[in-house]
């Protein structure tokens, strides 16, 4: 667990930024406007897609899409407090670690823009302010991307790293994708990719879960099952399915709801073609591997939520797979007995509403 500085002493006033820098290479940038009893009475966004560069230059293409959209909003005239949120996925881009907000303030600095930077936080934080702006009573935020992601606000008291004795509430990451236990379910193609992976043997429970992971798992088993002559003819091309993670997770939802989509996605994305019992085992193998991520997803949600009264959810994963979604609530519900939860679906962008919240609370 890693507290924040974010808590709830502070209402938002005024007129406020938040950029959200996304795991998959877009900087979403928010303008927010706040009425006097602090809600939210107008926002606006645009979203700039970031080239692959080093991190030097990834500092100044901020600043020019930050500077881009002040212009577009005609708001050059006026010092508007800066939030930023960070989704960053690993291997993607190193933005240097401890003093990535000082890089930031010095590269807008360089650059004259009207703005104060107020804060630099991860999509995880920046969610759960969003959804507890909006409603009160949520006490959790959960995220399931590329990777997986949990804040929660917690008494300070509480928290024991913070060493302060008040009752007000702090946000905390709870790191929750680096959980790590021997009663987790691996599989000798679960160690497969975590070996093969770019940071083996940590973020056990993500790579069980997340986005960038359950298609890749049932690779491996599809490979595994040709090199077996279980599946597919023995002159089926193999060059594509046999490339790291060439099957994406997205396929695995319309796989496992219709056989017939089984076919078409292994012959239009990977020159296959295939007998109704290889449709068969393959729609079986999305269906396993998507069944007990939504099982360890609800797990991991009943784990955060207990005590609680609101949940708030979001990620790619949760919007294209929505079976997996309704089985890991109807888990964490189980799980919880008779505890009422309720669960809120957050849309994307809900980081850079975030950060825009932070940014006028300080």
Excluded at 29 to 51: G, K
Excluded at 99 to 120: A, E, I, K, Q
Excluded at 221 to 249: G, N
Aim: hydrophobic share 45%; aromatic share 6%; proline share 3%.
């Amino acid at each position: 667990m890693t507290p924040s500085f974010v808590h709830q002493r502070t209402q938002p006033l005024g007129t406020s930024l938040g950029m959200g820098i996304e795991a998959t290479g877009r900087i979403r940038i928010t303008r927010v406007n706040f009425a006097d009893d602090s809600t939210i009475s107008h926002t606006s966004t645009q979203v700039f897609i970031a080239p692959r560069k080093s991190t030097g230059e990834f500092f100044e293409f901020t600043a020019f899409c930050l500077r881009e959209f002040i212009q577009t909003q005609g708001l050059e005239h006026e010092i508007l407090p800066l939030g930023i949120t960070i989704g960053v996925a690993d291997g993607w881009l190193d933005l240097g670690g401890k003093n990535v907000m000082r890089r930031f303030y010095d590269t807008f600095l360089r650059g004259r823009l009207p703005v104060r930077l107020t804060s630099v936080t991860n999509g995880a934080v920046s969610r759960l302010v969003a959804a507890r702006h909006g409603f009160k009573t949520v006490g959790v935020a959960a995220s399931f991307n590329h990777g997986v992601e949990a804040a929660s606000f917690e008494q300070m008291a509480s928290v024991e790293s913070l060493g302060q004795a008040s009752e007000d509430l702090v946000a905390v990451d709870t790191e929750i994708g680096r959980f790590q236990s021997p009663a987790l379910p691996l599989t000798q193609w679960d160690r497969r990719v975590d070996r093969e992976s770019k940071n083996p043997g940590s973020r056990c429970l993500e790579k069980l879960v997340a986005d960038r992971y359950l298609g890749e798992i049932v690779r491996n088993l599809i490979t595994d099952l040709m090199d077996e002559r279980l599946l597919f003819p023995k002159a089926a091309c193999v060059e594509t399915i046999s490339t790291e993670y060439a099957f994406y997770t997205a396929y695995m939802a319309p796989m496992v709801e219709d056989r017939d989509h089984v076919g078409c996605i292994l012959e239009n994305e990977f020159g296959i073609a295939t007998t109704e019992a290889d449709r068969l085992v393959v729609q079986a193998l999305c269906g396993i591997v998507a069944g007990r991520a939504a099982l360890l997803a609800g797990a991991m949600l009943a784990a955060l939520v207990k005590g609680r009264s609101a949940v708030a959810l979001s990620g790619v994963l949760l919007d294209v797979n929505q079976k997996l979604r309704a089985e890991a609530v109807d888990t964490m519900h189980e799980l919880l007995g008779d505890a009422d939860v309720e669960v809120l679906l957050q849309n994307r962008g809900a980081e850079a509403l975030g950060a825009a919240i932070n940014a006028a609370s300080f």
